[in-house]
């Protein structure tokens, strides 16, 4: 396996170590399953296939690599609530349009599993068969995504209104009413995870630079 | 004070005029009634008095609309969300979706502001008193009746402390308790000096609220 594999490797480590002190080795263990079609995917393409394949090492170090990018932000969202990332992202001087940006992407699958629920079940009382045979599952979809697209373009124009009315826009700084405490293990660390990165880009820039 | 002088509106992309050529003026402390039939144009008028239209959406507006003096079409939408606060017909459009709790979400306008965290807790525990509202503080706004998201909606509104008032439906989703609570604050706003402008179907409630009360 590569150095990168390795420094992965080490990633998912400390990463399962921070979920069973936080208590959320389930849910990182459950977002682990979900890469299972990858890696068996993966595992065929390198072991069993003539052309292509790179062997057993390779494939295992593209899981670890994976689960190293996907676990950590799977831990973040499972330890941290959205709203307190936000306020502490503005409190540390994030402008209000981004804050207000990453808001409403972190809210924006939510937000549309309501609607597609409330979707369904107006189209249901119209008389719109959604369960029964896979072919009569396939005729509702149409009916369905129609209002869900085009209720989260009116949903825009509505947000627009309500940011404007309430003076979003206004120059400066928001008011910060509340600060996340941030104790001083958790600065060292958030320091040694920025050298660490740093090194990280560094080591493969020289490996490219050395056609490695 | 708001006026408006012939103030005609068409929405963006629309062929017909949703707002005919209008005229209508409200004194500092002056609470005005606006009734008319569905489609008549009162959440048009609401719209374009409070100078969201066409500052925020769009579209073309024919006429002036002077609120202190000011023409709308010169003030950017967080200055006229200041002089001229406006509250939806539906609660849904006036809350943000970006908070987990009524407090933050009253708190929004205040701290848009970048007013000072006391001053912001001060405006919102007022405005949540107001209402009758300090049991919905801890609750998440996604998750309120149709007539708590009004009142919350109401009280977001008053936070901002806008110098007039525009209300479209204020009452719509309200037992007769809770409009009993809109009506003292729209009173006591009035009686501060602002301007207020009431569309709404219930016409005891315009009888007993309004000085006077003009159709569409």
């Not at chain 1, 052309?51 to 973040?76: I, K, N, Q, S, Y």
């Not at chain 1, 005729?139 to 085009?150: F, K, Q, S, Y």
Request: aromatic share 4%.
């Amino acid at each position: 396996m590569a150095w990168g594999g390795w420094l992965a490797a080490v990633v998912v480590a400390v990463t399962a170590a921070a979920a069973v002190r936080a208590g959320r080795l389930r849910r990182l263990a459950l977002a682990g399953l979900a890469l299972v079609p990858v890696a068996v995917s993966s595992l065929v393409v390198n072991t069993l296939l003539p052309a292509g394949g790179r062997g057993f090492t390779t494939a295992v170090g593209a899981l670890v690599v994976l689960l190293g990018a996907t676990l950590p932000p799977t831990l973040l969202f499972a330890t941290t609530p959205a709203a307190d990332l936000l306020d502490d992202l503005e409190a540390r001087g994030l402008g209000r349009r981004a804050v207000f940006v990453l808001g409403a992407a972190l809210a924006a699958v939510p937000r549309a599993q309501a609607r597609a629920a409330d979707v369904i079940e107006a189209q249901r009382a119209r008389g719109l068969d959604t369960e029964g045979s896979w072919r009569r599952r396939a005729c509702g979809v149409l009916p369905l995504v129609a209002p869900l697209v085009i209720g989260s373009l009116a949903e825009v124009e509505d947000r627009t209104l309500a940011l404007e009315a309430r003076a979003f826009g206004a120059p400066g700084r928001r008011t910060v009413l509340r600060r996340l405490p941030d104790s001083r293990g958790q600065r060292l660390a958030r320091w040694a995870l920025a050298g660490l990165l740093g090194l990280g880009l560094v080591a493969r820039v020289a490996a490219l630079a050395m056609g490695r | 004070m708001i006026v408006l002088e012939r103030a005609a509106y068409r929405y963006a992309g629309a062929g017909s005029w949703a707002l005919p050529p209008t005229s209508l003026a409200l004194r500092s402390g002056e609470v005005v009634g606006v009734r008319g039939a569905n489609e008549s144009g009162k959440t048009t008028l609401c719209l374009v008095a409070s100078g969201l239209a066409p500052a925020a959406i769009g579209g073309e507006l024919r006429g002036r609309v002077l609120v202190d003096g000011r023409p709308t079409v010169d003030m950017a939408p967080h200055e006229l969300a200041q002089r001229s606060g406006v509250l939806f017909d539906n609660p849904a459009v006036q809350l943000t979706g970006l908070h987990r709790r009524v407090y933050e979400e009253v708190a929004f306008g205040p701290r848009n502001l970048g007013l000072p965290a006391a001053e912001v807790h001060r405006r919102t525990g007022e405005a949540l008193g107001l209402l009758g509202l300090e049991h919905l503080a801890g609750r998440d706004p996604g998750r309120l009746s149709g007539g708590e998201s009004q009142l919350v909606a109401l009280a977001g509104l008053l936070a901002l402390r806008p110098g007039h008032l525009v209300l479209d439906e204020p009452t719509s989703r309200l037992d007769a308790e809770r409009s009993a609570l809109v009506e003292e604050a729209v009173a006591r706003v009035a009686a501060s000096g602002a301007a207020v402008l009431i569309a709404e179907h219930d016409e005891a409630l315009l009888a007993r609220l309004c000085g006077r009360v003009v159709s569409l």
